[in-house]
């Protein structure tokens, strides 16, 4: 039974999940498909300003949970409440009026991003979606890119000449130019370094407090987002099987799979301090 | 093999349902074999209406589908109105024509198109590799039409080649003379042909064979040691050969279907003038012959090239579409 | 312990590979010539394993690329030399680079999916590299193949060896790219970020394997990572490089306990933050400030001080030589003048 906490005050959760399930086919002849279900019976909520960290090994459905909540995938059953209103079965026509709120960071910066683009072009992409004309494109775009830490001057840079971190700002930037209210951020760290993920980390906390966004932020690594969260969910196998604040799961975790996580995670930490101190 | 089963049963369908379709498209086309003798003032409707029964055209268009395949069944494929005679043997007659000229040019083609793909590949940003990337632009880009005719224009201006109405005939001719007649009669349309075909053939495998260059394994394969020539015929032919393999499909499918302007063009007795007047003179059941001749060989050289691929990409062989 | 190869070694030192103050240039599609390594000196002996620590752009693959000639058509190197086997490697021809590659010499690339040949099955990808160095017949090759299998740790080695690279997960493909790059038992190993696109249980395995090798055939291992733990555990002594420049050297003890040079201490920092044992609560992270120095052209003063905590006026207008704190340490700094 995943046992949900509420990361805000009560009856305030600006994103809710309830019930979400997902099943993908799998293979089979067209009298008789096998599925097999990604995630099953989801539940969580993120309050206004805050951030929760979805853990798990490959294949365990964080993907999955993330593209629903982004309606990149509809779910096949479940609500999925934005401030308030549920988007889960929205046609594509309601939803393209939700879209701009929420908005998703993939995970490799280097496909993500069209490298033939300027950075201009590739931020201003969805502003062109949305037909605002180009001067307004412009200053908006002149906006974003000094939020994310990088030059107004470097917008007519190509997108080839920025490397992978930069890229991932850029991202961040195109995502912001829709203002959104909710940023989900799938696997966005993994590849890069560690100064330039603490470099990222860093400018999402910024932008958080400046914006009060709302934070999915879906990992394998979690000796990364235990710093980063304010409430972690661990998946297995398609469903959560434990949630709770950082704290409380860090100090006291209770399932198979949280231990198991926070035990690599601990191993990492103590080689680095036992093998340094040992003697070469 | 289950996917061979699976292929040829569609392929079967596939058949069937074109020939419907060609029934009723000709159905529904206007005109018919006797439009011409319905205005000479000396035949009588009589006769015409004679004639229609005794072709059967005046039977309802099921019933007509249901004798044509019974005639397919006995290989007669219909009767020919013009020729008064049985279509399949009409189309065979040509059909064989049509196959020395193509399969010639095919032949000619791949293996030409092939190492000139692989060599340009090979050294891409050469100055003779600029310069055909330019004339194949060139060529692809103007219609087949147009470069028949100019290069027959060029043959005749300059009496490059005799030109004569037909083959040799007769008794007493040797062997000899008859194998340098006919290369005489098909250099044209045969340089015709591999000259349109090379373009579009040598674009598309030095693109692929481009692209497996940039591949990490390739890098990783010059990396462990192993010399240039092992890695491009060992490592790199093998992964880039998928689009050449649907490529070769294409001619295949095209062996039957793909020379018929030019045929006419240069005069080569093959299917291309005989569906050409067929066409323009209704005769209905040699028409569609020759449309289910071509459809043949297209869903037959497709067949071949799904047979090659799955020979080939072990990827298709072992069904690894990922769940992922 | 079987030790492989008959390698002679530098008569002079106990050096197996010595680079002596290299230089790489690329070439931009503007017309400027960009610095990638500047002055690169390092000395990898029989049998250890340096590590070679740094950001992305840093240069970390150019100097893998350039030890065994494999660099990009518009690089350039400048000055320098690689000496290995008392010769210059820089000055061999590419017929004998092709002779060390795979054989003395050998590199695993970073992505292992795209490292192997989609459509050759995985024990014909190893049997190519032996074929390409080694006079053995089918069957003592097929026998080698089985071997190599095994010691990377298969356990059917006969089946896995008719299997196409899309059968595989990602860290068996790993294993099969180091078994390839291990067939012809090379002294030398460079190992390019080998770890950074696996996750936890699978890096540990990777990790077991190439110290493995270095107990059990005393191969020598360049390894080029961003990752600190990867260092903590594998590297003897590893080497700090910054934007094209070796910033600090020192073995694995000294630079964990008593980093020198600013970045190093920046980095090892941020490492020990982002630990699990800090009460989890939201916190930034101890950020170097400002921006990664990559695709900076030739610059005169240090490369780190723009963003160096500890910089001064010197640091601008002049590049910090390299100097001997003790043997086998350095660092390039000019907190630690004469």
Redesign the interface.
């Known amino acids: 039974m995943a046992n949900s906490v509420r990361t805000s005050e009560p009856n305030h959760p600006f994103l809710r999940v309830q019930g979400l399930s997902k099943r993908?086919l799998?293979?089979g002849r067209w009298h008789r498909r096998v599925h097999?279900a990604a995630a099953i019976e989801i539940d969580f909520e993120i309050g206004k300003g805050k951030?929760l960290a979805l853990v798990g090994?490959?294949g365990s459905g964080k993907s999955t949970v993330a593209r629903c909540v982004t309606r990149l995938e509809r779910p096949d059953a479940g609500q999925i409440w934005l401030d308030g209103r549920d988007i889960a079965q929205l046609s594509r026509r309601d939803l393209a009026l939700v879209r701009p709120g929420i908005q998703m960071i993939f995970q490799d910066a280097v496909t993500s991003i069209n490298p033939r683009f300027s950075a201009a072009e590739a931020i201003e992409e969805p502003l062109r979606i949305q037909g605002k004309n180009s001067s307004e494109r412009r200053s908006i775009a002149e906006k974003v890119i000094q939020e994310v830490a990088l030059s107004p001057a470097w917008l007519d840079r190509s997108v080839m000449?920025f490397?992978?971190?930069?890229r991932q700002r850029l991202a961040i930037a195109r995502a912001l130019t829709t203002q959104p209210k909710v940023l989900v951020l799938d696997e966005a760290f993994t590849?890069?370094?560690?100064?330039?993920?603490?470099?990222i980390?860093?400018l999402l906390?910024d932008l958080q407090a400046a914006h009060a966004l709302t934070c999915l932020v879906i990992s394998?690594?979690?000796?990364?987002v235990?710093?980063?969260?304010?409430a972690?969910a661990v998946m297995s196998h398609g469903r959560i099987v434990e949630q709770g604040?950082?704290?409380?799961?860090?100090?006291d975790p209770k399932h198979e799979e949280t231990k198991k996580?926070?035990s690599?995670?601990?191993?990492?930490?103590s080689?680095?301090a036992r093998?340094?101190?040992?003697?070469? | 093999m289950r996917y061979l089963g699976r292929t040829l049963v569609r392929a079967i369908l596939l058949l069937a349902g074109i020939s419907i379709l060609c029934f009723l498209f000709t159905e529904m086309a206007p005109g018919s074999f006797f439009d011409e003798l319905r205005l000479n003032p000396q035949v009588s409707p009589e006769t015409i209406a004679n004639l229609r029964s005794r072709y059967g055209l005046d039977q309802p268009l099921v019933v007509r589908y249901g004798r044509w395949v019974k005639s397919a069944a006995r290989a007669d494929f219909g009767y020919s109105i013009a020729y008064n005679a049985p279509v399949a043997p009409l189309l065979w007659g040509r059909a064989k024509n049509t196959l020395l000229l193509t399969a010639t040019g095919m032949l000619l083609t791949w293996l030409i198109s092939l190492p000139l793909g692989v060599w340009l590949a090979a050294r891409r940003g050469h100055m003779l590799d600029q310069a055909f990337s330019i004339a194949s632009s060139f060529v692809v880009s103007i219609p087949e039409v147009v470069i028949a005719v100019a290069l027959l224009a060029i043959v005749v201006r300059w009496r490059l080649l005799p030109l004569s109405a037909g083959p040799l005939h007769g008794e007493g001719i040797s062997l000899r003379t008859h194998v340098q007649d006919l290369a005489t009669r098909m250099l044209l349309p045969v340089t015709i042909l591999v000259f349109v075909e090379s373009a579009i053939i040598v674009r598309h495998v030095r693109a692929s064979v481009l692209e497996v260059l940039g591949t990490p394994f390739v890098q990783a394969a010059h990396s462990f040691g192993i010399c240039r020539a092992r890695v491009l015929f060992r490592h790199v032919l093998p992964a880039a050969a998928s689009p050449a393999i649907s490529l070769f499909g294409f001619s295949l499918a095209g062996l039957v279907s793909g020379s018929l302007l030019i045929e006419v063009i240069c005069g080569w007795p093959g299917l291309g003038p005989l569906i050409l007047e067929a066409t323009l003179s209704r005769d209905l059941y040699l028409v569609i012959g020759g449309i289910m001749l071509s459809a043949l060989f297209m869903v037959g050289g497709n067949l071949i090239a799904d047979l090659m691929l799955l020979a080939a990409d072990p990827r298709i062989r072992t069904g690894a579409l990922d769940a992922h | 312990m079987v030790i492989w190869g008959e390698w002679r070694l530098d008569r002079s030192t106990d050096n197996l590979l010595s680079i002596h103050r290299l230089g790489v240039t690329y070439s931009q599609p503007n017309g400027e010539r960009l610095r990638a390594l500047d002055e690169i000196s390092l000395e990898l002996r029989t049998g250890e394993v340096l590590g070679i620590l740094g950001e992305s752009g840093c240069g970390k693959s150019t100097l893998a690329n350039a030890i065994l000639g494999l660099l990009p058509g518009h690089a350039r190197t400048e000055n320098g030399q690689i000496v290995f086997h008392d010769r210059d490697l820089l000055q061999l021809s590419e017929p004998d680079l092709r002779q060390i590659r795979g054989r003395t010499i050998s590199m695993i690339s970073q992505e292992p999916a795209l490292s192997l040949n989609p459509v050759m099955t995985v024990g014909t990808q190893i049997a190519e590299v032996l074929r390409a160095h080694l006079p053995l017949t089918v069957s003592q090759s097929r026998q080698r193949v089985t071997d190599l299998l095994w010691e990377v740790g298969f356990d059917q080695p006969a089946r896995i060896c008719n299997v196409y690279p899309h059968q595989l997960s990602g860290g068996q493909r790993q294993r099969i790219v180091i078994a390839q790059a291990i067939a012809c038992q090379p002294a030398v190993l460079i190992a390019d970020e080998p770890t950074s696109k696996l996750d936890g249980p699978l890096r540990s395995e990777i990790m077991d394997l190439l110290s493995g090798l270095r107990q059990n055939h005393g191969t020598a291992i360049l390894v080029i990572s961003h990752d600190l733990t990867l260092m903590a555990e594998l590297a003897d002594r590893i080497a700090v490089m910054y934007a094209g420049r070796i910033v600090e050297i020192g073995t694995r003890r000294e630079m964990f306990l008593r980093p020198l040079h600013p970045y190093t201490q920046a980095l090892l920092q941020l490492a020990q933050s982002s630990l699990v044992t800090v009460p989890g609560a939201k916190h930034r992270f101890p950020q170097i400030e400002g921006e990664s120095a990559s695709g900076v052209a030739m610059q005169a003063g240090c490369r780190f001080e723009p963003r160096c905590p500890d910089r001064m006026s010197i640091c601008v207008a002049h590049c910090p030589p390299e100097v001997a704190r003790e043997p086998a340490r350095s660092v390039s700094c000019f907190k630690y003048g004469e």
């Not at chain 1, 490397?163 to 930069?166: A, C, E, H, V």
């Not at chain 1, 093998?275 to 070469?280: D, M, W």
């Open positions: 993908y799998a293979g097999m951030t090994a490959s000449q490397s992978g971190g930069q590849g890069l370094d560690l100064s330039t993920q603490a470099q980390a860093n906390l394998h690594d979690l000796t990364l235990t710093n980063m969260a304010d972690v604040s950082t704290r409380q799961i860090v100090r996580l926070l690599s995670a601990k191993t990492a930490e080689q680095l093998r340094a101190g040992a003697s070469a």
